[in-house]
């Protein structure tokens, strides 16, 4: 009743304001009956009620009270007349491995209590509420569900950054910090701008700095990252679980850039940040990070980025291209990249691809089939609402760029930008909502240039960002050690790597990933 009669009056904001408005008025209503049934009036509806209730006195009382809440609560249930239920492992979540399931289980429920407590400005207080409320949800998982939904709707950029880097709590930061392997050389360096100031970069080395900056015989060897983020949030900290563990495999120093981040710093300022910091360190041979000993050697790089990162990989390898005298990445690796903001409801049609392993996605070399960004659209991890904040907050609105603009979507690119294009590795989960993005980038390649190395992995049963949940989710390490070998490969790491480590891509292995 309170609900009807405040919607009549137009005071339904849809919003907290509301319900705080809803409960208020029926509280005041309660109230006064209460008050009535105790006035000692005859005669009334309200007496008899009174004289009812009288029989029910007592913990026989209690019990029936508490009965008739919960078969209030279920009634339309009972009566078939409920909302479809829903869960992690149906509808559009229906894809999700058993794994990935419970890894989603966990994320929720932390992610409820980050999204309960963001606004709560004194830190010891934030994280200490969010981590009790992300207990409670584990217990109560429907609930979760039900409050990151509702966030969803009326997300923007500061709810984005609390979910994506809720690993900066200090108690999901200690118990992360226990499974990094130990890199002996960690240090932060500065690239210039034009304008004097600084890009942050992270410099992991798994030896001592006399070895980083002793001069070896041949070409130098790095592996360059663009951490991903949504184009808003996370820096190479961010990344760590799974960087440090390359840095340890790989015996190359990797070097992950803190690129300026949307809404305060829209496109194109990452981007030129990240195109800054590859063009510095290929005119000086590296020595922002190996050092100014022994002559200018030959750099060699590996370009590597996850979502937005992988994005940022693709347009800087163009720039590059682009750009007489630069040389290329001698490859790239992306992870589950962002290809295309120029968002599209049909697929096109697409020749068989090759090179691909794990399990294909359906329908993916069928003519106007619905691209994975719809037919995901509701995905847990990265729901089309974001995307849609991310667009807003990395463009405009209105754009600033045509969001077609092969240096927004780089899928986008005019074929004969791909001729020169290097060997390239992706790999990504076949319930992601931007795998087309992989696919259809991989068959564009594939397409226009018959010289480079391509192949992608598709993992069953999983979605976005996985490799933040290595320690959780056994396809995510199997992931991890799959881009250890491509970044082996693409820098020709090979044999000394591969002593001490088996190729996920021999038939043998692939099976497992």
């Not at 590059?320 to 409801?345: C, F, W």
């Not at 609105?397 to 992706?426: C, G, Q």
């Not at 992989?438 to 010289?451: E, V």
Request: aromatic share 8%; charged share 20%.
């Amino acid at each position: 009743t309170a609900s009807m009669v405040l919607h009549l009056l137009g005071l339904d904001t849809g919003r907290n304001a509301y319900r705080r408005t809803s409960v208020t008025f029926q509280l005041i209503v309660s109230a006064w009956c209460i008050s009535r049934l105790n006035s000692g009036n005859r005669g009334g509806w309200l007496s008899r009620v009174s004289e009812a209730l009288s029989r029910f006195s007592g913990p026989r009382g209690m019990l029936m009270l508490l009965w008739g809440l919960y078969l209030g609560r279920n009634l339309t249930l009972l009566l078939g007349l409920n909302a479809p239920h829903t869960s992690l492992r149906v509808g559009t979540e229906a894809r999700y491995s058993r794994s990935f399931s419970r890894v989603r289980w966990i994320l929720t429920a932390l992610d409820a209590g980050v999204l309960s407590t963001y606004k709560i400005k004194w830190a010891p207080v934030r994280h200490t509420m969010s981590l009790l409320l992300g207990g409670l949800y584990l217990i109560f998982s429907r609930k979760a569900e039900i409050k990151v939904r509702s966030f969803q709707q009326v997300i923007d950029h500061d709810m984005i950054r609390a979910c994506w880097q809720k690993g900066r709590h200090p108690v999901l930061r200690l118990v992360r910090d226990m499974e990094l392997p130990t890199i002996p050389v960690r240090f932060e360096a500065t690239v210039l701008r034009s304008d004097g100031t600084g890009i942050r970069v992270l410099v992991l080395f798994a030896g001592s700095t006399a070895e980083l900056r002793h001069e070896h015989p041949g070409p130098r060897k790095m592996v360059l990252s663009f951490p991903g983020g949504g184009f808003v949030s996370m820096n190479p900290e961010d990344h760590e679980d799974y960087l440090s563990v390359w840095a340890k495999e790989l015996k190359v120093p990797i070097v992950s850039v803190d690129y300026r981040k949307a809404p305060e710093h829209p496109f194109p300022a990452g981007l030129e940040d990240c195109w800054d910091v590859y063009a510095s360190l290929m005119a000086d041979g590296g020595k922002l990070v190996f050092g100014n000993s022994g002559a200018k050697s030959e750099l060699q790089v590996a370009l590597v980025g996850d979502s937005a990162g992988g994005n940022l990989v693709a347009a800087v390898t163009f720039m590059a291209l682009n750009k007489p005298g630069m040389a290329p990445p001698q490859g790239v690796h992306m992870i589950y990249p962002a290809l295309n903001l120029d968002l599209e409801l049909w697929t096109g049609k697409r020749s068989e691809l090759q090179n691909v392993s794990g399990k294909r996605v359906d329908q993916d070399t069928e003519p106007n089939s619905m691209t994975s960004v719809v037919k995901f659209m509701q995905d847990g991890v990265l729901p089309f609402t974001f995307m849609r904040q991310i667009g807003l907050d990395y463009l405009g609105s209105p754009p600033v760029v045509d969001p077609s603009d092969w240096r927004v979507s780089p899928l986008k690119a005019p074929e004969h930008m791909f001729r020169n294009f290097p060997d390239t590795y992706i790999h990504g989960g076949e319930a992601d909502p931007l795998i087309d993005d992989s696919l259809n980038f991989i068959h564009k390649l594939q397409k226009n240039n018959k010289k480079a190395k391509t192949a992608l992995h598709i993992i069953p049963g999983v979605s976005h960002a996985y490799m933040h949940v290595t320690g959780m989710l056994p396809e995510a390490k199997q992931a991890r050690t799959l881009s250890m070998h491509w970044l082996a490969k693409i820098l020709r790491l090979q044999p000394e790597y591969e002593t001490s480590h088996q190729d996920p891509n021999k038939p043998e292995h692939q099976a497992r990933l």
